[in-house]
Structures are given as structure tokens and as C-alpha cells.
């Protein structure tokens, strides 16, 4: 395959003030982004745009998985800090809509899910009128952890499918595709608007992308993002083959056609990409607000059950 980048994936250089200042927030806040830690071409426009997708848990993954430029190892940090710097710095950027993601911390017993919470309820209590939306991890399929990041309210919940079924285990290794269908079909048994997304130029077939789609409509998946694969280093999976922009949209109208509320289909496309769009278009904080209200509705009946 021809290795020189097409002209459609060539991503403008980043010169705006407000990147400048995005860049200052998350330097001075010692913040780890996904958008560095993973090389995201969109990162440009994405802090020009003000937003930035903030990274928990460490910058170091106990997962290799295939497709992410990412560092894997062993973990040497568990900042319980993390939850209010984060908090504080999502607030000097003057966000709306805020993505959360991190590594996957497998080391911990919760695989994390503890910070995760903690940090959902830190953004609330801090920016009550701003959107979380949180990538996480599958933790290892275990309900109880879950259900921890679940009960903080996140506004969207997404967690990413990567990539076909068959590739699943030569690309991710660590996870599993049913059980990343069964934790995106839990959160929306839960009442929450669910989102996950796919790669395309990893050695995926046409019949394999529709039978992907096709499972994630099943399970209730709201938002579908489609980008581009892009190899992080020569260690990494290499490129099948370049996708066109008319492939994205004809896998866009067919994502459209069978049922996802939104599909944001591209050779940049991303996960965060546009993800400020989506909160508005499903309104997430009046949803939040009745969840808040019938939890707390709950634990007075509970409270009230409980013995003297």
C-alpha cells in the first residue's frame, strides 16, 4: 500500500489563541490528554475549538493493544487528586461539553472506577452546566465497577468496539467483543445515552463492517463515530488501505439508515470529535437531572426501610 498520506487526512497546524490557551490549562494543570498521548490528528482543531479530551488514571496502559500509540507497562501513579485538578481545569477552559477518558488500569482491583467517579461528581459539583461525557474501559466485564461509574451520572457513556469481530483478538487482545457489547448494552438497560465507535484501514471487509454496526444498533448504541486507522509506529498494526471520504459517507447514511440517532463518519474522525454537538442534541443535563432526582428518591426509600 502507498504510505504517503492522502491529501484528505492532512490535518491543519495549530496556530490559534485559543489553542495556545487550551495548551496553557492542560501544561500548568500537569494534565494527561488523550489528544497528546495518542497522537490525535484533531487536536489542532479540537483546541482552537476550546475542548480537549482530559486523560485520568496515568498516562501508562496495562493493555497492548495493536492500534494505540499509547504507552503500555506497569502503572506508577494513583493520584487522588486527580478528580478536583481536573475539575478546576475543565472549568479555566469554560467548557459546556467535556470528554473524559483514560487508560486501563487493570492493576486495580476496580480498574479504576473509583477516580472515575469521583471525577464525574467533581466536574458536576464544580460546572454543574457542563456536559460529561466519559470513554472508559470494559473492566474486565465486572458489573459491580461499572455500576460505580454508572451511578456518578455521566451525561454520555461511551466505550469503543475498535475495530470487527474477527480482528478483535489480534487488535485489542485484552478485550472481548461480546463483553464490550454487554457493557454497552448494560449502561443503556440503565437509562443512559450510549455511544462507541470503529476504525476502518485495519484489514476490516465490507460484510464485517455492517455485521459491527448491526450489533451495536442492537444493543442501543445512540452515537457511532467511523475514522480512519492510522499506524501510531512501525511496531504498531499496519494500514490496509486508505479509506475515501465517499466510503465514510456511504458507511454514515448506512449507520443512519438502521437506526443511530447520529453518526459522525471521516477520515479525522475521532471519538470527542464534535462531541459538544451531541450533548445539545439529546439533552443530557435535563436527562442527568432526573436521574440525580430519582436516585435520590431511591436512597430516601431505602433509608426509610432501613432498621431503627
Not at 134 to 152: I, K, N, P, S, W
Request: charged content about 25%; glycine content about 6%.
Amino acid at each position: 500500500m502507498e504510505n504517503r498520506k492522502p491529501e484528505w487526512l492532512r490535518a491543519k497546524l495549530p496556530t490559534s489563541a485559543g489553542y495556545k490557551e487550551v495548551r496553557s490549562i492542560v501544561d500548568g494543570h500537569n494534565l494527561h490528554t488523550v489528544c497528546k498521548s495518542a497522537q490525535c490528528p484533531n487536536m489542532g482543531e479540537c483546541w482552537s475549538r476550546g475542548t480537549a479530551t482530559v486523560m485520568i488514571l496515568g498516562n501508562i496502559c496495562t493493555r497492548s493493544c495493536r492500534f494505540c500509540a499509547i504507552q503500555t507497562g506497569r502503572p506508577t501513579e494513583l493520584d487522588l487528586g486527580e478528580p478536583a485538578r481536573v475539575a478546576e481545569s475543565i472549568a479555566r477552559m469554560n467548557l459546556t461539553h467535556t470528554v473524559i477518558t483514560s487508560v486501563a488500569r487493570d492493576d486495580l482491583k476496580d480498574g479504576g472506577a473509583s477516580v472515575w467517579a469521583a471525577t464525574i461528581r467533581a466536574v458536576h459539583n464544580r460546572i454543574p452546566e457542563c456536559a460529561v461525557e466519559v470513554l472508559t474501559a470494559d473492566f474486565r466485564g465486572q458489573q459491580e465497577y461499572l455500576d460505580v461509574v454508572l451511578d456518578a451520572c455521566p451525561d454520555i457513556f461511551n466505550h469503543n468496539l475498535e475495530t470487527v469481530k474477527r480482528l478483535q483478538r489480534p487488535i485489542r487482545k485484552t478485550a472481548r467483543y461480546d463483553r464490550s457489547l454487554w457493557v454497552l448494552e448494560h449502561a443503556k438497560s440503565r437509562g443512559f445515552i450510549t455511544k462507541s465507535g470503529i476504525m476502518l484501514g485495519i484489514g476490516e471487509k465490507e460484510h464485517e463492517i455492517e455485521e459491527v454496526l448491526q450489533d451495536m444498533q442492537a444493543v442501543g448504541v445512540d452515537i457511532l463515530t467511523i475514522g480512519q486507522y492510522l499506524q501510531p509506529t512501525k511496531e504498531h498494526e499496519p494500514i490496509d488501505r486508505w479509506v475515501t471520504p465517499e466510503e465514510f459517507q456511504h458507511w454514515k447514511d448506512y449507520a443512519l439508515k438502521i437506526g443511530f440517532g447520529v453518526c459522525e463518519s471521516g477520515p479525522l474522525v475521532r471519538s470527542s470529535y464534535h462531541a459538544d454537538e451531541q450533548s445539545d442534541r439529546f439533552d443530557v443535563r435535563a436527562r442527568r437531572k432526573a436521574m440525580l432526582a430519582e436516585q435520590a428518591k431511591q436512597n430516601e426509600a431505602d433509608a426509610n426501610l432501613a432498621p431503627a
